[in-house]
């Protein structure tokens, strides 16, 4: 059974037409992530919540926002998005009590996001 | 630079042979080396934790050199179900105003097709 879950699978919206990207977890797991991947290249960490405390990668655009509003839900907000936002989102977990050699991180399907 | 690097293939091997991937990263603060692979269109996956003494998992062997910041990939005998991208992944403690968090930093991946 899938651990990390992130709906849609895929998800098509228009150039700034606000979308929202979904990803809940049943690990427990007090770390959640937001990655962007595109086309052949690394994930691209857009920020990360350690429980509440939310921490913003220093390149990640305003454009970019995420709330979290229980352990179990992340949520991925894009308020305006242009052609180039059009990639793979990856939601993953972790869990940071445990020590940094063992903190594996666990990763959802994705949303492919197309942009029109 | 890039903090992680990756030879990014494509690898292309016939069944059966051994193929070893490297992954140099730049920051000697790094503390934790994972492999992850990922197959086309989903998303990664843990292959293995990398650990200073060097482990083995089956046909899978990671070692780490801290002295020349790298960490490698070995697999023997390799089966077509092997081709994918594998991912290096180090992690390290980084800090901001609100105190340290985990900096997780992905490779590009490096492609590994196996030919019949």
């Known amino acids: 059974d899938a651990m990390v879950i992130q709906n849609p699978r895929y998800q098509v919206t228009q150039f700034g037409k606000p979308v929202t990207l979904s990803c809940s977890q049943t690990?427990?797991?007090?770390?959640m992530y937001w990655y962007q991947q595109k086309s052949s290249q690394a994930p691209k960490l857009l920020f990360h919540?350690?429980?509440?405390?939310?921490?913003n990668e220093a390149d990640t655009p305003d454009n970019f926002q995420s709330r979290r509003p229980n352990t179990s839900f992340c949520f991925l907000d894009i308020r305006s998005p242009g052609l180039g936002d059009a990639a793979m989102y990856l939601c993953?977990?972790?869990?940071?009590?445990?020590?940094?050699?063992?903190?594996?991180?666990?990763f959802g399907a994705g949303t492919r996001l197309s942009v029109l | 630079r890039k903090e992680v690097e990756q030879d990014p293939g494509p690898f292309n091997v016939p069944e059966g042979a051994t193929v070893a991937f490297n992954c140099t990263y730049s920051?000697?603060?790094?503390?934790?080396f994972f492999w992850y692979r990922q197959d086309c269109r989903k998303e990664p996956k843990l292959l293995m934790s990398?650990?200073?003494s060097g482990n083995e998992d089956g046909r899978f062997t990671a070692q780490l050199n801290r002295a020349s910041q790298y960490i490698s990939l070995l697999i023997r005998d390799s089966k077509l179900s092997d081709s994918a991208t594998y991912l290096c992944?180090?992690?390290?403690?980084?800090?901001?105003?609100?105190?340290?968090?985990?900096?997780?930093?992905f490779g590009t991946g490096t492609k590994l097709q196996v030919i019949p």
């Open positions: 920051n000697s603060a790094s503390q934790s």
């Open positions: 993953a977990t972790s869990n940071r009590a445990v020590p940094l050699a063992k903190n594996i991180q666990y």
């Open positions: 992944v180090v992690t390290r403690l980084g800090m901001r105003r609100s105190g340290g968090y985990q900096k997780v930093t």
């Open positions: 919540y350690y429980d509440k405390d939310f921490n």
């Open positions: 990398v650990y200073s």
């Open positions: 690990l427990n797991h007090n770390v």
